[in-house]
């Protein structure tokens, strides 16, 4: 009996050595990284591991995770786990929800970080990265500078399908000949471009599952703002012209000092607010899409028992655009329920929450206090290597704000308050908005060390990773296990070369090209409901 039960164990030991030697081959993060948690540090009482059933699924097939229902378990009375349909399905955010949106301005949620806000970061960032990956890129595309993709497939085809939202809306801009760089154009011009003068820069989506509805406590509307492909030369269009643009009704209004004083950065205004009579896409601007679609959704679920929430997210130029965007919104009272809805006011308004990746400054003083005042909370994700989120204003920002006259004795208000308000004067005078979530791309043991590798500090895929394993400031990095960390290489070459995982493998086969029954390989056309249209999709 003792040999037979020893030999049993001996059993089981093997099996969870070769467990956990699999679970090392595989490398999804490594054994050490996941399963131990952090000794050092602060407290890590929000600390959750990912469960490890989860954790040994490929990531391929964590969008679509089903557990066995077997005779035996069911023999046994147990119940079978619920179907998994997105790497974050099992955080559940429910009555928490203003508080993971930042109504207290995430106060003590970001260090350690709070797995619930990390779990909804980096869904949004997801979000983000659809843009891109959904963006058609080549020059040798007729299609270039449209999606791929329409939106009843747009999720389905950037793996995020499962998420239990609908995509309602696309947005496109165009602009003038002073940014036509950062426009993508066909090399070929003829009569079958889709658009000569359009960009599409992204897209508005609503959450529709019961279950995800659920979980989330509330319906939301998510906006989707997609950053610059042209890589940093966008960065040579800034002017460090903060110019007011009349986005605020009360801008105006000498009585409304704050929203009078606004000034934004003119290459967002101008993305944000240019249109065009001649194009079929923008005869109406990026801002005029964008808030026909939020007040027709938002009156659309009026009536409806859930809550609803408002929230903007984008990476780089598309965070500067979220931030824009959000702030348009709210001043402009899109965000605001009918009358109709509560018996006690005039109507609720709906909470507005930016999450902003790599976002370079937008506005002024002025501009972040009357984003403030406004009601909208700001999230924005820094990795401290990255460059983009100090311009522009490198010299003239934020930092100044130490001059103001609060910070001195009341014997000084005067010559202070000169100096100030000469500096506000100035069109250059940057200031970032909302509350900082800063990451370091030296504490993942993931990522290359080279000089040359801090040209993938600005990539969001990298931003996502170092957002799964960041803990605590002081705790090793310590990856969830939701994502692979093989994402990190879908658009660079930033993850160490011992993983085997190629650079910039995010591609099309044969780049899009298909081999014909004549043997030519060419450009196919695109399905039928794929093809650009003008207004909203059908």
């Keep these: 009996m003792w040999g037979a039960a020893f030999q049993s164990s001996s059993s089981r030991h093997a099996t969870t050595r070769r467990l956990r030697t699999s679970i090392r081959s595989e490398d999804n993060n490594s054994d050490t990284l996941i399963r131990q948690k952090p000794q050092a540090g602060p407290s890590l009482a929000s600390w959750e591991p990912r469960p490890s059933k989860a954790i040994l699924q490929p990531p391929s097939q964590l969008e679509v995770l089903r557990y066995e229902n077997s005779p035996a378990a069911a023999a046994a009375g147990r119940a079978c786990e619920a179907p998994l349909l997105h790497p974050f399905d099992d955080i559940t955010i429910g009555s928490r929800w203003r508080e993971i ?180 896409y923008n005869h109406t601007s990026a801002q005029e899409q964008v808030t026909a679609a939020v007040r027709e959704l938002v009156a659309k679920y009026d009536h409806e028992a859930e809550e609803l929430s408002i929230t903007v997210t984008g990476h780089s130029q598309g965070g500067a655009l979220a931030i824009l965007c959000a702030y348009d919104l709210a001043a402009s009272g899109v965000n605001r329920w009918c009358a109709e809805r509560k018996e006690d006011g005039p109507g609720e308004v709906v909470p507005i929450t930016v999450y902003s990746f790599a976002s370079p400054r937008v506005g002024n003083n002025a501009f972040r206090d009357r984003v403030a005042e406004l009601g909208v909370k700001v999230l924005r994700v820094v990795n401290v290597n990255d460059l983009v989120p100090y311009v522009p204003g490198v010299i003239f920002n934020e930092k100044l704000e130490f001059l103001h006259p609060r910070h001195f004795a009341p014997g000084a208000n005067m010559w202070l308050t000169l100096v100030h308000d000469f500096l506000d004067w100035l069109p250059m005078i940057y200031t970032h908005v909302g509350v900082d979530l800063v990451v370091d ?22 931003y996502l990773h170092l957002l799964d394993g960041f803990v605590a400031r002081g705790v090793p990095f310590t990856p969830s296990g939701r994502r692979d960390k093989a994402l990190v290489n879908k658009s660079s070459s930033f993850l160490d070369p011992r993983y085997n995982i190629p650079a910039f493998w995010w591609q099309e086969k044969n780049k899009g090209l298909v081999k014909t029954a004549e043997g030519r390989w060419v450009s196919p056309e695109r399905e039928l409901e794929d093809i650009p249209r003008a207004g909203k999709p059908s």
Excluded at 255 to 263: D, G, I, M, P
Excluded at 441 to 462: A, I, Q
């Design 441 to 462: 791309d030296r504490d993942s043991p993931f990522l290359k060390k080279g000089p040359l590798d801090r040209l993938n500090v600005h990539n969001l895929e990298v």
């Design 101 to 280: 949106q930042g109504s207290n301005n995430w106060e003590g949620l970001l260090d350690p970080m709070d797995p619930a806000v990390r779990g909804e970061t980096i869904r949004y960032g997801e979000f983000a990265q659809a843009a891109y990956d959904a963006f058609d890129n080549s020059a040798h595309s007729k299609y270039c500078g449209s999606c791929k993709y329409s939106r009843h497939n747009l999720l389905q085809k950037t793996k995020l399908a499962n998420r239990g939202y609908e995509v309602t809306h696309y947005l496109h801009s165009t602009a003038t000949e002073r940014l036509q760089r950062l426009y993508r154009r066909p090399l070929v011009v003829d009569d079958e471009r889709w658009s000569k003068d359009s960009n599409w820069i992204g897209f508005v989506a609503v959450s529709t599952s019961p279950r995800e509805i659920a979980r989330l406590g509330r319906r939301d509307i998510v906006v989707v703002w997609r950053g610059t492909v042209t890589g940093t030369e966008w960065m040579e269009h800034y002017q460090n012209a903060l110019v007011p643009k009349g986005l605020d009704p009360h801008g105006s209004d000498p009585l409304k000092s704050l929203a009078s004083q606004v000034r934004v950065e003119d290459t967002f205004v101008e993305m944000y607010k240019t249109k065009n009579v001649n194009s079929r």
